[in-house]
């Protein structure tokens, strides 16, 4: 029976608005004529669209990016990055300040924040919850729990101690349990929290900043066990207030979010000064209401906002002709007062080949050279201009600009040489046969594959492909598969040459340079990379911090994977958004998912319906 | 003979002829490399628009041969590379950077570039001979299953017949792309082979209910069974007595059939189903013109466009034509 009324209250509420707004109408003329009544303050509302839709919202459950931007915004994780700041700085959200990291990054004490309120619920029974480091603790212990199966287990996986072992137990018995404390997360007090992990991990401060971290409150998750994913309730300074699935999300004020003002610095950006000077001491959020569409045609929304009906928009690669010359904005959208953001996307794109092909694999002059010859034939600027119509940067290091690590002025061992690489493979042995095509060494034929997946830019990487293999006279394969079937494939080592992309988790770079660690093959290293060298000089970087030493290894990793023929970083994506005029203190983020409770709107710039 | 002399006589079905022959000439011309062979030499520059237009103002320029770093100036951080001894003999060039070198490229073309600077000319002529390639072929192969699957159901009526008509049910019960892309998807390999396959194994349909319509009525004609009193044998009277008589109905079937086809294959490779990387065609022509049209460049579209128009207008009308002048009952 509490379920009925459960389902029965949303009813009456729903009865009382609309018998409110049958009686409104009628004595508001009255209040008019009379001029007694209060001016009607117009609602400050956000129109954004979403290109997929959410997968609902009990952060636990979900991992892709169009639900973790509302998600961002429901609940809120110990840390979160500064909105400002570039390269990104991790500031405190829940926490009172940046946490206490001791022993080489074993052990984390987080302060939290006081006065922090959950969203006001029927499950509180109209009391205020606040929340407190028990929350946490159980927010965490629910990525473990196998009940709930969360993509994003592998942030916590192997690292707190002890809740593993809780994780193993609960396989075996069938229930997890949240009550008896966990080794490594212990609570001295209401606001205090202890995580001790079981080895050295500098990034430990990033997982705790992703948006599925967002803390939730046992008692809700709890009573709505059956459909967690309609009830978010968190600390957040927005909550759910009108949901149809798949079509339209309307978020709303927390009314209990606490006091806080926007106070963010400026960085070396100029645009910030502007920005920071409509928004500074402004309470946040400013924005009454967050209405979000799914509009999946990128058409559609490209079109929405022209007419007004979006207010922000990020621009589809194909679209991008349209709205853009070159790097700057069509003056008839500039002369409208729609701004453009643009910068380049924390991710790579990268060829890799197979190290445990029979063709292409191996260690031996021969091998190596092949490869070498296969990258060095790429030619990024053509892919960046042709491909992706100059919405690309070239890339040569692993670690793209603005994640930690990154270095711009690294110079490839592999840059685009078709003549130099053709001069390789005949002092190699691969001699040209009577049909023209280069041979293997020893004679046999020599066929390269090389894997993309469906769509029509997938059908141009593959004419760029085969345009590099014609410059070195070497037989061109195509091989088609649906993208779910190249990820299999690449777990099983069966992909002999891709391009592929990576766009990061968290700012560091070892989020990238994972990528080629020997043990993580039949996983993330889909180069099937396993070098005894390369393996102990990427283990020495896990236990360094961000900083010069840890920047040596990673150059001399890099260059490691070039000498050997394994990888060519080829572009860094650019992101373009657009913003119509009347939106203040807007400027995207790299890592945040959303950024909509540091914004605003300005008043009476009504977008249309 | 009669046919040729009624044929001659009509105008329309004459001019459409001889473009229909000038295509398959050309096309010939161009499989055998006599025509249009360096189609993927990227002889212009960029989306270089048609000579007509003018060389398109500059946009912004951008190198298509980059300079490269020498691999021997590169710093190594203090590791070998086991190719260095080898790369000393090549090099270095002087100055350690190295500029590949890329022929000029023209800036306009007699019907433009797309966007790698591949003659739109040269690419609808390569084009035009994959698309009637594709289409003639497929044309064959389903008016030849057509023929003979309608030719057994018809004469031998009964069980044959009806295992046919359930045959022919059962495709045409799926709707028609569904049960290309069924096929597609069960071949699992792309070519120019597998879309006449894929055409050909779909496109019997229409033929086999006009060729069993046709033996029904001859199998009990007076001269069929005068030959089976005479001892011809079912094959013989099938394919030597009936099979003449019907032969109106199979050439019209296949001109109109190769008309569906060529259509059929611009379908396809426009949904991505088409002709394999080094190959181009006019639906792989369209479909790269979905894309250009965001950029403004509409000369690839209006290329192969007109080239798909005027060809299977000028196939329509000779079927029209041929039509006209094999059917018996047509005396004028």
Redesign the interface.
Same mark, same amino acid.
């Given at each position: 029976m509490p379920g009925m009324i459960n389902h029965l209250s949303p009813l009456l509420v729903v009865l009382l608005l609309l018998a409110g707004l049958l009686a409104v109408p009628a004595p508001a003329p009255q209040g008019v004529a009379q001029g007694a009544a209060p001016p009607v303050v117009a609602l400050k509302v956000l129109h954004l669209d979403m290109s997929a839709p959410e997968t609902g919202f009990d952060p636990v459950l979900t991992s892709d990016l169009n639900t973790a931007a509302i998600e961002q915004q429901l609940f809120e994780s110990l840390l979160t990055y500064d909105y400002l700041a570039r390269p990104v700085r991790l500031v405190p959200r829940l926490a009172a300040r940046m946490p206490e990291v001791t022993q080489q990054g074993r052990h984390w004490l987080f302060h939290l924040k006081q006065g922090v309120w959950f969203a006001p619920d029927p499950v509180f029974g109209g009391t205020r919850r606040e929340l407190t480091a028990q929350d946490v603790v159980y927010t965490l212990m629910r990525f473990m729990d196998p009940k709930n199966r969360s993509p994003y287990r592998f942030l916590l996986e192997g690292k707190i101690l002890g809740l593993d072992e809780r994780a193993r137990q609960a396989q075996l018995t069938g229930h997890f349990d949240y009550d008896t404390p966990v080794a490594g997360l212990q609570v001295p007090d209401r606001y205090t929290l202890a995580i001790t992990l079981k080895t050295t991990d500098y990034n430990f401060g990033h997982a705790m900043a992703q948006p599925m971290m967002g803390v939730v409150a046992r008692e809700v998750i709890e009573a709505y066990a059956a459909d967690t994913a309609a009830h978010p309730v968190g600390t957040g300074p927005y909550r759910l207030a009108h949901w149809i699935r798949s079509a339209h999300i309307v978020l709303e004020r927390n009314p209990n979010f606490r006091r806080e003002l926007w106070d963010f610095q400026a960085g070396s950006d100029p645009q910030d000064q502007a920005l920071v000077q409509a928004m500074r001491g402004k309470r946040i959020p400013q924005i009454d209401q967050v209405d979000i569409q799914v509009v999946e045609e990128p058409q559609s929304a490209w079109l929405g906002f022209g007419k007004g009906e979006l207010d922000v928009l990020g621009l589809s690669g194909q679209f991008a002709p349209l709205a853009l010359e070159g790097d700057q904005l069509k003056p008839a959208l500039a002369a409208r007062g729609i701004h453009l953001w643009r910068m380049s996307d924390p991710s790579i794109a990268y060829y890799f080949i197979n190290q445990q092909d029979p063709v292409l694999g191996g260690m031996t002059p021969e091998k190596i050279g092949l490869r070498r010859a296969l990258l060095m034939a790429q030619n990024d600027t053509e892919m960046i201009q042709v491909v992706h119509k100059g919405q690309a940067l070239r890339a040569t290091y692993p670690i793209p600009p603005g994640v930690a690590g990154a270095d711009p002025n690294y110079v490839s061992l592999l840059d685009y040489n078709p003549p130099l690489a053709n001069q390789l493979l005949d002092r190699l042995g691969f001699r040209r046969g009577p049909d023209g095509f280069r041979r293997q060494p020893d004679g046999s034929a020599l066929v390269v594959r090389y894997t993309t997946s469906l769509s029509s830019q997938d059908r141009e990487l593959d004419e760029m492909m085969k345009k590099a293999l014609d410059r070195l006279a070497i037989r061109f394969e195509s091989e088609k598969l649906k993208f779910p079937e190249i990820l299999k494939a690449e777990r099983q080592c069966q992909i002999q040459f891709r391009l592929s992309a990576w766009i990061a988790d968290y700012p560091d770079g070892d989020n990238f340079m994972q990528l080629w660690y020997g043990p993580h093959t039949h996983e993330n290293n889909a180069a099937c990379y396993q070098d005894a060298e390369w393996d102990r000089l990427y283990a020495q970087t896990l236990t360094l911090p961000d900083g010069p030493a840890r920047s040596a290894l990673y150059h001399q990793l890099a260059r490691l994977l070039e000498i050997n023929g394994v990888t060519k970083i080829s572009t860094t994506h650019i992101r373009n958004v657009l913003s119509q005029p009347w939106v203040v203190g807007f400027k995207p983020h790299p890592i945040l998912p959303s950024v909509w409770s540091y914004m605003d709107v300005e008043p009476g710039a009504v977008s249309a319906p | 003979m009669l046919a040729w002399r009624r044929l001659r006589a009509d105008r329309v079905g004459l001019g459409a002829l001889g473009v229909v022959a000038g295509y398959l000439l050309l096309s010939l011309l161009a499989a055998l490399g006599w025509v249009a062979p360096h189609w993927?030499a990227e002889v212009g520059s &960029?989306y270089a628009p048609p000579s007509w237009l003018g060389a398109a103002p500059s946009?912004?320029p951008? #190198? =298509?041969?980059?300079q490269? &770093?020498w691999?021997g100036s590169?710093?190594?951080?203090?590791?070998? #590379?086991?190719?260095a001894p080898?790369?000393a003999?090549?090099?270095p060039p002087p100055g350690g950077v190295?500029a =590949?070198?890329e022929a000029p490229r023209r800036s306009t073309l007699p019907l433009g570039a797309d966007?790698?600077g591949h003659d739109v000319l040269a690419k609808v002529i390569q084009g035009g001979a994959t698309s009637l390639q594709v289409g003639l072929f497929s044309a064959v192969l389903a008016t030849f299953l057509g023929t003979l699957m309608g030719a057994l159901a018809g004469y031998f009526g009964g069980r044959v017949d009806d295992a046919f008509n359930w045959l022919y049910g059962v495709l045409t019960a799926v709707p028609y792309l569904l049960l290309v892309f069924a096929i597609a998807a069960v071949l699992h390999q792309?070519g120019t082979g597998t879309l006449i396959l894929i055409l050909g194994l779909t496109g019997w349909t229409g033929v086999f209910r006009l060729m069993r319509a046709e033996y029904l009525k001859h199998r009990l004609r007076e001269y069929v069974l005068a030959a089976g009193a005479l001892g011809a044998g079912h094959w013989r009277r099938m394919f030597v007595h009936i099979l003449p008589n019907t032969s109106h109905v199979i050439l019209v079937q296949l001109s109109q059939n190769a008309v569906g086809f060529i259509k059929s294959e611009v379908i396809l490779s426009f949904l991505?189903f088409g002709v =394999?990387? #080094?190959a181009v065609s006019w639906g792989r022509m369209l &479909?790269?013109a979905?894309?250009e049209m965001?950029?403004g460049k509409w000369w690839q579209l209006a290329a192969a466009g007109c080239a798909m128009a005027l060809l299977v207008t000028a196939f329509s009308l000779l079927t029209d034509a041929l039509r006209d002048a094999l059917d018996p009952r047509l005396k004028s």
């Open positions: - | 993927e &960029h946009e912004a951008w #190198d =298509p041969a980059p490269s &770093h691999p590169v710093p190594l951080y203090g590791l070998q #590379d086991p190719l080898l790369l003999t090549l090099g190295l =590949p070198v966007k790698w792309k991505g =394999p990387v #080094d &479909h790269e979905q894309n965001n950029l």
